[in-house]
């Protein structure tokens, strides 16, 4: 795996815009804020010359391209639309492995439950598989919490439209070959974290796969393709 040339990261919007010398700075600034415009570059003159210009020109997080006509669910046989209610998932990266993160929403009205991220040195089969240990996790913890919707909670459908992690998290355990460095370290843990939750809890809730070419895109989708 190749090492990160970045050296230095632009921070056009965030809690202190500025160029900042290390992931780790740069990460302080971004993390949790929304909106967030940052990049990294493997040299300071391009890092000045980035921070004087718009973001437009060089952020990766851009605003979401228009989107190409999507088939209309309603308008498809009962029998042939997705069952709700439901969760959906998904996951999204900007380079592979590069700024990683991930989110679910209520798959009939696209709210969002939780979103992680962005976190550095991920993929985005990580993300997808992150997803849906999360909502796993999750109902199991509102099931705890309210007895009265425990069933509810437990037997809550979740879609993703990822086949590669509906099957790491059939075998309980990620399967993806990165390789961990000092910069996804955080990443590692997170990871770790759901393989062992996989590992010592059951699950009841049906995971599903969201059928892109008669729905759509997902609803979780982050609208970046």
């Not at 969760?87 to 939780?114: H, K, L």
């Not at 919707?149 to 059939?170: H, P």
């Not at 939750?197 to 009841?204: G, I």
Request: proline share 6%; hydrophobic share 35%.
């Amino acid at each position: 795996m190749s090492k990160n040339k970045n050296k230095y990261y632009v921070v056009w919007s965030g809690k202190e815009p500025g160029i900042y010398d290390s992931w780790e700075d740069c990460e302080k600034q971004v993390k949790g804020q929304e909106g967030a415009k940052f990049k990294g570059f493997p040299t300071h003159e391009e890092a000045e010359k980035a921070f004087a210009s718009s973001p437009a020109d060089y952020i990766v997080y851009g605003p979401k391209k228009t989107a190409a006509p999507q088939p209309q669910i309603d308008e498809l046989p009962v029998s042939e639309r997705p069952l709700f209610p439901a969760w959906a998932v998904d996951g999204a990266c900007s380079g592979n492995p590069g700024m990683m993160e991930y989110r679910g929403v209520d798959a009939q009205t696209g709210a969002e439950i939780f979103h992680f991220g962005p976190v550095a040195g991920g993929t985005n089969n990580i993300a997808e598989y992150l997803a849906i240990v999360h909502v796993l996790a999750l109902m199991k913890q509102w099931a705890e919490r309210q007895p009265d919707m425990a069933e509810t909670y437990l037997t809550m459908r979740v879609y993703s439209d990822s086949k590669t992690a509906q099957s790491w998290v059939k075998k309980r355990k990620c399967g993806s070959k990165l390789e961990q460095t000092e910069q996804n370290k955080e990443l590692f843990n997170v990871i770790q974290r759901a393989d062992n939750w996989l590992a010592v809890n059951t699950y009841r809730n049906p995971i599903l796969k969201w059928q892109t070419e008669k729905w759509g895109e997902i609803p979780a989708d982050f609208g970046r393709k």
